[in-house]
T-cell receptor, first 115, second 114 residues
Framework: DAKTTQPTSMDCAEGRAANLPCNHS???????VYWYRQIHSQGPQYIIH???NNETNEMASLIITEDRKSSTLILPHATLRDTAVYYC????????????????FGQGTILTVHP | DARVTQTPRHKVTEMGQEVTMRCQPI?????VFWYRQTMMQGLELLAY????????DSGMPKDRFSAEMPDATLATLKIQPSEPRDSAVYFC????????????FGPGTRLLVL
């Protein structure tokens, strides 16, 4: 699986947009970019994923660069409840094989939203 | 609101005892994953199943850990005998195969082995 690089920590003011970057320069054409977050003492929570197009859902937007070597997760109006560890993960797209489905979590970015 | 459920939520046991953790995947999901999280190692994949068949358990210590899916609504992770280094939070996740499969995590079982 492609390796990802994220900043260790970031701060954001409540109500402002939080932009979390992720580098995945060795990503291959058959790998998705996934974002999960983990709020303290809870299980990881799926946020969004994409292949090459930008994606948006009720939680966030995902911007993937044209060369796919990096992406940015955007929380448009951060709240205190968005304080969490955010994980950027790349994983195989192709169905089948033993590596399919695996999520390899790195250290993630600790996002702190302050009043 | 469909969720993955895990029992027990907390478990304290003594070294050498058997520990069984249970997971009920979201109805209709056909993949189940077991992860372990510690401060030192972060989140690690232990095992995963597709259509109840084990596909990969290379992350699991084979001598003391075992994972099974007796039926589509129940996955179990057993540790026998347990050791203090097994203290961790164990998460179960489920998903549905297809391109872009998403995994949905349960709340975890917090295990402390004394």
């Amino acid at each position: 699986d492609a390796k990802t690089t994220q900043p260790t920590s970031m701060d954001c003011a409540e109500g402002r947009a939080a932009n979390l970057p992720c580098n995945h320069s060795t990503i291959s054409g058959n790998e998705y970019v996934y974002w999960y977050r983990q709020i303290h003492s809870q299980g990881p929570q799926y946020i969004i994923h994409g292949l090459k197009n930008n994606e948006t859902n009720e939680m966030a937007s995902l911007i993937i660069t044209e060369d796919r070597k990096s992406s940015t997760l955007i929380l448009p109006h951060a709240t205190l409840r968005d304080t969490a560890v955010y994980y950027c993960i790349v994983r195989p797209r192709i169905w089948g094989g033993t590596s399919y489905g695996k999520l390899t979590f790195g250290q993630g970015t600790i996002l702190t939203v302050h009043p | 609101d469909a969720r993955v459920t895990q029992t027990p939520r907390h478990k304290v046991t003594e070294m050498g005892q058997e520990v069984t953790m249970r997971c009920q995947p979201i109805l209709g999901h056909n993949t189940v994953f077991w992860y372990r999280q510690t401060m030192m190692q972060g989140l690690e994949l232990l095992a995963y199943f597709r259509n109840r068949a084990p596909l990969d358990d290379s992350g699991m210590p084979k001598d003391r850990f075992s994972a099974e899916m007796p039926d589509a609504t129940l996955a179990t992770l057993k540790i026998q005998p347990s050791e203090p280094r097994d203290s961790a939070v164990y998460f179960c996740a489920s998903g549905l195969t297809g391109q872009g499969e998403t995994q949905y995590f349960g709340p975890g079982t917090r295990l402390l082995v004394l």
